[in-house]
């Protein structure tokens, strides 16, 4: 586990997913306190001078031109993370949760919001514990940022809402009842803090940043799984040819077909067939891979650098900036809008579903007789009596056809909120969660993929071995799954290969170090 210090500087992706999937510890920075104090500053002085600063001493929202009087200044911070709090469903998974503690205290941490640094310290003393907000998944339109989420992230750090310990069930204990086992105090919040707990794009940041780095994983997967669907089906690597490539010399494709070559490398399989006439051409699904895989994963470099951008943006409001004589000013802003992750999340599922879409035509190539260069009717080598791997297919085609609707794009949809002040939302969170969903449906996908291709592989063991770097992941495959030669469940066999994806890139970049 490796340390990271929360400076207020700008976070790394892989240092989101690292704390996320518990292989980081946070702790603040020794000038944290220092950093912070001058926004805090502006923030006293105004509520002294009764200066009308939205959300400080103004009420919120539709309610912006509703002054508040001192005396209600600090129960104004506590009735608005309640009242937000308002989110409905199944909570949000762990690893999420902890990415939003990060994030939310990095935002507050970065010197523009005018609060404590006892509120990013608590923040990471839940993280230190791994105690956990629990977050209803619903009721985010993604414009002043995720306020239903982030409040009841907040309303733990007052005593309230719920916490989930280690060990506690998934809906949580009352967060008074968990602080207390751990020896936390709640906070009594000051003026501008509540708002500033509520306000920002860090839980879309967070789904966001967990569905990058798994889809770039699916695209490394892709290459493998079609890499052995080429050996299956008696394809050529010929088309993937450096010389084809760098005349469209597009990143993504380069890279893509980098890997097909490297993976299709002293494959005695490939060679067997390597100056045959059996094919002009092979289908698309074999011969684009790399137009296809490639264009995916530009489109997913293009989300990784949406989100860079976000993880070292303020995202509050209103902010504490400085003015043109060196001095402090409060101003609002629309930075908390969701527009840029809505826009990042809908292109990542819509290049994620794509890899589905062309392996399940590679899945479906393997099955049917007419396409599979003389591999038996759905890999069964008794087939009639048996049904091989039909149905596993069907599953590939029903998810594939799954993630057509989820692909449908949020950003391009708005409703109104807060009484007409809110006109214009991104649907971000929509978008970031639908993501996940299109990543996990292409997982299950190319699960199938690669336990089709590795039967059709033994099928052809009579032809000739497969390479190195396919054999090494037919090998993994095969350590936990048997060929099915006569019929079986076929659930059991789709989850124990899509359990062994990791692994798989493990194994095969360790004889293709060069992997992309």
């Known amino acids: 586990m490796r340390d990271l210090q929360l400076t207020g500087d700008a976070l790394t992706v892989e240092d989101v997913v690292d704390v996320a999937q518990r292989r980081a510890r946070v702790s603040l920075g020794p000038q944290l306190a220092e950093r912070m104090a001058p926004s805090r500053g502006v923030v006293v002085d105004a509520?002294?001078?009764?200066?009308?600063?939205?959300?400080?001493?103004?009420?919120?929202?539709?309610?912006?031109?509703?002054?508040?009087?001192?005396?209600?200044?600090?129960?104004?911070?506590?009735?608005?993370?309640?009242?937000?709090?308002?989110?409905?469903?199944?909570?949000?998974?762990?690893?999420?949760?902890?990415?939003?503690?990060?994030?939310?205290?990095?935002?507050?941490?970065?010197?523009?919001?005018?609060?404590?640094?006892?509120?990013?310290?608590?923040?990471?003393?839940?993280?230190?514990?791994?105690?956990?907000?629990?977050?209803?998944?619903?009721?985010?339109?993604?414009?002043?940022?995720?306020?239903?989420?982030?409040?009841?992230?907040?309303?733990?750090?007052?005593?309230?809402?719920?916490?989930?310990?280690?060990?506690?069930?998934?809906?949580?204990?009352?967060?008074?009842?968990?602080?207390?086992?751990?020896?936390?105090?709640?906070?009594?919040?000051?003026?501008?803090?509540?708002?500033?707990?509520?306000?920002?794009?860090?839980?879309?940041?967070?789904?966001?940043?967990?569905?990058?780095?798994?889809?770039?994983?699916?695209?490394?997967?892709?290459?493998?799984?079609?890499?052995?669907?080429?050996?299956?089906?008696?394809?050529?690597?010929?088309?993937?040819?450096?010389?084809?490539?760098?005349?469209?010399?597009?990143?993504?494709?380069?890279?893509?077909?980098?890997?097909?070559?490297?993976?299709?490398?002293?494959?005695?399989?490939?060679?067997?067939?390597?100056?045959?006439?059996?094919?002009v051409q092979d289908s698309y699904s074999l011969r684009c891979a790399p137009q296809v895989h490639g264009s995916a994963r530009d489109l997913i470099a293009h989300c990784r650098r949406v989100l860079t951008i976000e993880l070292g943006s303020i995202v509050d409001n209103p902010v504490v900036v400085t003015d043109n004589n060196g001095g402090y000013e409060v101003m609002s802003t629309g930075n908390f809008h969701g527009q840029p992750i809505a826009f990042a999340a809908d292109a990542l599922a819509m290049a994620v579903a794509e890899l589905g879409s062309i392996a399940e035509r590679r899945v479906y190539r393997m099955l049917d007789p007419a396409t599979s260069r003389g591999l038996p009717p759905f890999l069964a080598p008794d087939a009639g009596t048996n049904s091989g791997f039909m149905l596993a297919q069907y599953t590939a085609a029903s998810v594939v056809s799954e993630n057509k609707v989820l692909c449908h794009p949020s950003s391009v949809d708005s409703i109104v909120t807060s009484g007409n002040q809110e006109d214009h939302v991104s649907m971000g969170w929509h978008g970031v969660r639908k993501a996940h969903e299109v990543i996990d449906n292409t997982r299950t996908v190319l699960a199938i993929e690669i336990l089709c291709a590795a039967q059709a592989l033994d099928l052809r063991a009579d032809v000739a071995a497969p390479g190195p770097a396919t054999g090494a992941a037919h090998g993994l495959v095969r350590r936990d799954v048997e060929p099915m030669m006569v019929d079986r469940e076929m659930a059991p066999q789709i989850e124990a290969v899509r359990t062994l994806l990791p692994e798989i890139i493990s194994r095969v970049s360790g004889v293709v170090d060069t992997l992309r």
């Open 47 to 279: 509520v002294h001078r009764k200066d009308v600063v939205y959300g400080v001493t103004t009420g919120f929202g539709a309610l912006a031109d509703t002054t508040i009087g001192a005396d209600d200044l600090a129960a104004l911070q506590f009735a608005l993370v309640r009242s937000h709090a308002a989110a409905v469903g199944a909570p949000l998974p762990d690893e999420v949760v902890r990415a939003l503690l990060l994030l939310r205290a990095r935002t507050l941490s970065a010197g523009h919001s005018g609060v404590r640094v006892d509120l990013p310290a608590l923040f990471l003393a839940l993280l230190e514990r791994d105690l956990l907000p629990v977050i209803p998944e619903k009721g985010s339109v993604g414009a002043s940022g995720d306020l239903a989420q982030l409040a009841h992230l907040a309303l733990p750090l007052i005593g309230e809402g719920r916490l989930k310990a280690p060990g506690d069930p998934r809906e949580g204990r009352p967060a008074a009842e968990v602080l207390a086992e751990h020896g936390l105090t709640p906070l009594a919040l000051e003026p501008k803090e509540g708002l500033s707990l509520i306000n920002g794009t860090e839980p879309m940041q967070a789904v966001l940043a967990l569905a990058v780095v798994a889809a770039e994983e699916l695209c490394t997967l892709a290459d493998i799984a079609c890499a052995m669907s080429v050996e299956a089906l008696f394809g050529t690597d010929r088309a993937y040819d450096e010389r084809v490539q760098v005349i469209r010399p597009h990143p993504g494709q380069l890279d893509s077909a980098a890997n097909l070559r490297a993976l299709l490398a002293d494959s005695p399989l490939l060679a067997s067939h390597r100056w045959s006439d059996h094919a």
